[in-house]
């Protein structure tokens, strides 16, 4: 499956809540979601009522989008999860949120999620001083995440980070603002996770 190059506004109002995809303006008025009533398109106000597998299906779907992964990647760490000891949909939310990407915009370095995945891939990222360009690297506890220092004063990484104050930043991450730098005090408690999410429809419609 390829790369989505549509709005992502439109996948916002497809699953009919914020999935904060665009940065800045899902903070402002001009948020499609709070623009518009419905789903996309000629029938987006018509709602059908949603069978079992439909729920499912919207979850895994809205999963997905919020971290930005394409439908090989996405069941890959599901297969991943479902190899852990723990319980499967603990552990893929996770290993969602130990991806390097996922990480970078939890920091507020990036505006968002696809953002991050950029200055990833690009290189401006260092774990523990050495670069990695892999979006989906898995941080460890202990792991340091830095701008590289020929990058640091890149308007927009400043940006991101005058635009993460209006939303906080998790108890497991220790942020050094003044040195574009962050140590991943401990892996996140699914608690500690607030985006509304129900693994265990994901778990149901895989086991299917």
Same mark, same amino acid.
């Given at each position: ?40 398109? /000629? ?10 597998? @439909? +729920?499912?299906? &919207?979850?895994?779907?809205? *999963?997905? #989008? ?16 479902? /190899? ?10 996770? @290993? +969602?949120?130990? &991806?390097?990407?996922?990480? *970078?915009? #939890? ?37 340091? *995440? ?63």
């Amino acid at each position: 499956m390829g790369r989505y190059c549509g709005s992502v506004c439109r996948l916002c109002r497809v699953e009919g809540e914020k999935l904060f995809l665009k940065g800045e303006r899902c903070f402002s008025a001009k948020c499609a979601v709070e623009k518009r009533e419905g789903g996309p398109g /000629q029938h987006g106000k018509r709602r059908s009522k949603a069978s079992g597998y @439909k +729920l499912q299906l &919207r979850e895994k779907q809205k *999963v997905k #989008r919020v971290y930005g992964l394409n439908e090989e990647q996405f069941r890959n760490t599901f297969a991943k999860a479902a /190899q852990s000891k723990g319980m499967t949909g603990t552990e893929l939310i996770t @290993k +969602l949120e130990k &991806r390097l990407d996922n990480m *970078v915009f #939890r920091m507020g370095f990036a505006y968002s999620r696809r953002h991050a995945r950029q200055l990833v891939r690009h290189g401006l990222m260092l774990v523990n001083g050495k670069k990695v360009d892999i979006p989906s690297y898995q941080v460890s506890t202990g792991d340091v *995440v830095e701008v590289r220092p020929k990058s640091k004063d890149k308007i927009a990484i400043a940006g991101a980070m005058v635009l993460a104050q209006s939303r906080s930043i998790p108890t497991w991450i220790n942020v050094d603002r003044e040195n574009k730098k962050a140590t991943v005090e401990s892996m996140p408690t699914r608690d500690q996770i607030t985006q509304p999410m129900n693994e265990q429809l994901i778990v149901e419609l895989y086991s299917r």
